[in-house]
C-alpha cells in the first residue's frame, strides 16, 4: 500500500499544482485528466433520500451536517442529483428551477465550497425538448439550436422529447462547450450524466460521442470538474467510459422505490452487485472508477438492511474503490450508521485503489481479495447465504507462501499470527474485513 500511496500522492501533488497553475490562468487545454484528486470520490448525493424534493435550503442543510460530523472523515462531495432544473435559458442550456433555487445555483455552490467542500451537479446528454421548441441560439455562435439537432433521434436513453446531437455539424461542440461553461461559471466541481447509454435507460441511444465532447469541454473550462456517467453502462464500451470519464455506474438504481420499503434492500439491489462487478475491475484505477451507485448506510432501519448487511455493503464498496457517496439523509445520521460510514481503516481500503476479485463465485461463501503490491493483501470474507454459514480461506490460494498476521479492519483488533487456514462463521449477508500482511 505504502509505495502506492506515495505514487498515487506524487501524482494527486502534481495534479493540484496543475490546478493551481491553470486557475490563474496560465495553462490552457493541457490537462490529461479531468480531476485533480484521482482517488474515489467521497460525499453525499441527493436523490435516494431527497429525490426531486431538493431546493436552496435542504441542500445547504445537507452540506452543514457533513461539515459537522462526516467532512473530518473525507466526504467532500454534496452533489445535486435530478430535479434541480426548469427549461432552459436563452442559449438553449439547462437551467435552475427558480421556485427551488429562487438566487440560482451559483449562491449554493459558494456556501458548499465556505464549508470546504465541493459541489455536484447534475445533466442528461442531449438537446432538452424547451431548447428544441425555441429553436434557441447557440452561444457565441451563429448557429441555432435546429442546425444541431440529429433528426428523428431521442437525445438519450430516457423516454422523453429531447433530441441528440449530430457532432458533424457545426456548433455542436460549442453548445456542450456553452454549458460546461455555465456548470463552471456556478463553480460545479462534479458532473452526474444520466441516463448515457449504450447502456440501461428505456430506449436505445448512443451518447459515446457526447461524453466524449463533454469530456474535452470540461477540459476546456480549465476547472476540474469530475465527470461521472450513470446508469447500467454498457461493458462493452467499457474501454471509452475509462477513456473520457472518471467513472461509471455498473448497474441500475440502489433505490428500492416501489419494491421495498427501506432506501434499498440486501437481495433486490445489493447482491446483484457482487455478480456484476468481477468484469469491470481491471478497468478501474486512479482516476476512473466503478461506480456501485449510493451507499444508503446511516439512517438506521430506514436503509432497509440489517447491521451485518450495512457493513457487507460498505465492505463491498470499499473493496472495489467504488465512489463512496451517501444516498441516506444527513439531518437523520443514527450512532450505528455514523460508526460505520466513518470507519477510517475501511475508507482508507477504498481510497488506497485495489480494486478487489473474488477467489470463486461458485457458492455464496465467498472470499475477495486483493494484493497491494507491498507485501499486504485486502481480504473481504462474505456469506451471502440467507442462514448463518462458515467462510474458508487458505492463504496459498491467494498466492501467498509464508506465515501471515491478520488485523480486523471493523474492529481495528489486530488478530496476530494465523495457521495456513482462516475460517469465519457469518450470519445471513454477514462479512468480515482484513489486511493480512506475509511475514
Ligand atoms: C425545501 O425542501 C424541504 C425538504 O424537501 C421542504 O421541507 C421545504 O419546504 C422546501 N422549501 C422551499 C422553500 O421550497
Ligand atoms: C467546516 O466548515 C468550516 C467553515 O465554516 C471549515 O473551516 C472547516 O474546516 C469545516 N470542517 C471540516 C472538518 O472540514
Ligand atoms: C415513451 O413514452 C410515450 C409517451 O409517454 C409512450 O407512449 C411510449 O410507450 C414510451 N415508450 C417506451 C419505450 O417506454
Ligand atoms: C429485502 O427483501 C427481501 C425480499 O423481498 C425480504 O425478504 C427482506 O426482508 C428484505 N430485507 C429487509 C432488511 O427488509
Ligand atoms: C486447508 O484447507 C484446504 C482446502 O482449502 C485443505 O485441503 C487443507 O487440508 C486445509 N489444511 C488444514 C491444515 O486445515
Known sequence: MAQYSILLRTVVVFMVTLATVFSRGNLVHAAPVLSPDLR??????????????????????????????????????????????????????????????????????????????????????????????ANSPIKGTRYRISDIVAPNLPGNTANDSSAAIDYTKPGAAAYVQSQADLFASWGVDYIKMDFVGPGGGRIAADNRADIEHWHQAILNTNRFMYLGLSNSLSFANAATWQR?????????????????????????????????????????????????????????????????????????????????????????????????????????????????????????QQVWFSNNQDGSYTVALFNLADITATVAVSWKDLGITGPVTARNLWTHTDLGRQPANYSASLGPHASQLLRIVEL
Open 244 to 364: 473520457y470519464s472518471n467513472g461509471w455506474r455498473i448497474d441500475g438504481d440502489i433505490e428500492c422505490y416501489s419494491h421495498c420499503t427501506g432506501l434499498t434492500n440486501f437481495t433486490v439491489r445489493v447482491a446483484l452487485r457482487f455478480a456484476d462487478v468481477p468484469k469491470w475491475v481491471p478497468f478501474a484505477g486512479p482516476g476512473h472508477w466503478n461506480d456501485l451507485d449510493s451507499i444508503e448506510v446511516g439512517n438506521g432501519a430506514a436503509d432497509g438492511l440489517t447491521p451485518d448487511e450495512r457493513q457487507t455493503m460498505l465492505t463491498l464498496w470499499s473493496i472495489e474503490s467504488a465512489p463512496l457517496l451517501l444516498g441516506i439523509d444527513l439531518t437523520k445520521l443514527d450512532p450505528l450508521g455514523l460508526e460505520l460510514i466513518t470507519n477510517s481503516e475501511v475508507i482508507a481500503v477504498d481510497q488506497s485503489g485495489h480494486p478487489a476479485l473474488p477467489l470463486s463465485q461458485a457458492t455464496k
Open 40 to 133: 474515489p470520490p467521497m460525499g453525499w448525493s441527493s436523490w435516494s433520500s431527497l429525490r426531486g424534493k431538493i431546493n436552496a435550503t435542504s441542500i445547504k442543510a445537507q452540506s452543514l451536517a457533513m461539515n459537522k460530523s462526516l467532512q473530518k472523515y473525507g466526504y467532500e462531495y454534496i452533489n445535486m442529483d435530478a430535479g434541480w432544473y426548469s427549461g432552459v435559458d436563452d442559449y438553449g442550456r439547462t437551467t435552475w428551477d427558480s421556485k427551488k433555487f429562487p438566487d440560482g445555483i451559483a449562491p449554493v455552490a459558494q456556501y458548499v465550497h465556505s464549508l470546504g467542500q465541493k459541489f455536484g451537479i447534475y445533466l442528461v446528454p442531449g438537446i432538452p425538448a424547451a431548447a428544441v421548441a
